[in-house]
T-cell receptor, first 113, second 111 residues
Framework: KAGVTQTPRYLIKTRGQQVTLSCSPI?????VSWYQQTPGQGLQFLFE???????NKGNFPGRFSGRQFSNSRSEMNVSTLELGDSALYLC????????????FGNGTRLTVT | EDQVTQSPEALRLQEGESSSLNCSYT??????LFWYRQDPGKGPEFLFT???AGEEKEKERLKATLTKKESFLHITAPKPEDSATYLC????????????FGTGTRLTIIP
């Protein structure tokens, strides 16, 4: 079974630009979550989607947004990039069962210059 | 708000030297806990789910235990390939829909 796939693996953008990251979940997984990982803050929850609906949102500004498509694939968008947005962005998928574990992709490394 | 603390931040062990990593938390409605392993440049890899106090799970040289306020990951006779960052995330009121992760313990096993 294929794992969670994230594209692209690396991105370099300049301040003020916007970026879109993509995530394909494990087949049969309908929940997709996004996390930001930085050396100082660790893994921070961004948002979670199920059946094309955002169910939960973390404490990030409105510049961070996402969506989920009918095939469970998901995208997240960051507008008006800031230097502090440089991070590893991780997508995870899970079965829609409360306690089922998240399965992570290898992330997109975003560098903002 | 859920809080998770992992200690130590970093740990260096000789190959074969056993030790334990700690994950302590303040979580509303604790329903269990996840342990993950993360290698540099990769996403976290799922290791264990623990559902109730007193439960133990084992995988190769790793054994995870759970109490109401903390979890331990015991590493017995580690090998260099066990070097990684180990992360924990308790399951609270939101279940797996919104996890709070600890900042991890960076484990280095020296041959």
């Amino acid at each position: 079974k294929a794992g969670v796939t994230q594209t692209p693996r690396y991105l370099i953008k300049t301040r003020g630009q916007q970026v879109t990251l993509s995530c394909s979940p494990i087949s049969g997984h309908r929940s997709v979550s996004w996390y930001q990982q930085t050396p100082g803050q660790g893994l921070q929850f961004l948002f979670e989607y199920f059946s094309e609906t955002q169910r939960n949102k973390g404490n990030f500004p409105g510049r961070f947004s996402g969506r989920q498509f009918s095939n469970s694939r998901s995208e997240m968008n960051v507008s008006t990039l800031e230097l502090g947005d440089s991070a590893l962005y991780l997508c995870a998928s899970s079965l829609d069962r409360d306690n089922s574990p998240l399965h992570f992709g290898n992330g997109t490394r975003l560098t903002v210059t | 708000e859920d809080q998770v603390t992992q200690s130590p931040e970093a740990l260096r062990l000789q190959e074969g030297e056993s030790s334990s990593l700690n994950c302590s938390y303040t979580v509303s409605g604790l329903r269990g806990l996840f342990w993950y392993r993360q290698d540099p440049g990769k996403g976290p890899e799922f290791l264990f789910t623990l559902y109730s106090a007193g439960e133990e799970k084992e995988k190769e040289r790793l054994k995870a235990t759970l109490t109401k306020k903390e979890s331990f990951l015991h590493i017995t006779a580690p090998k260099p390939e066990d070097s990684a960052t180990y992360l924990c995330a308790p399951l609270g009121n939101f279940g797996n829909e919104k996890l709070t992760f600890g900042t991890g313990t960076r484990l280095t096993i020296i041959p």
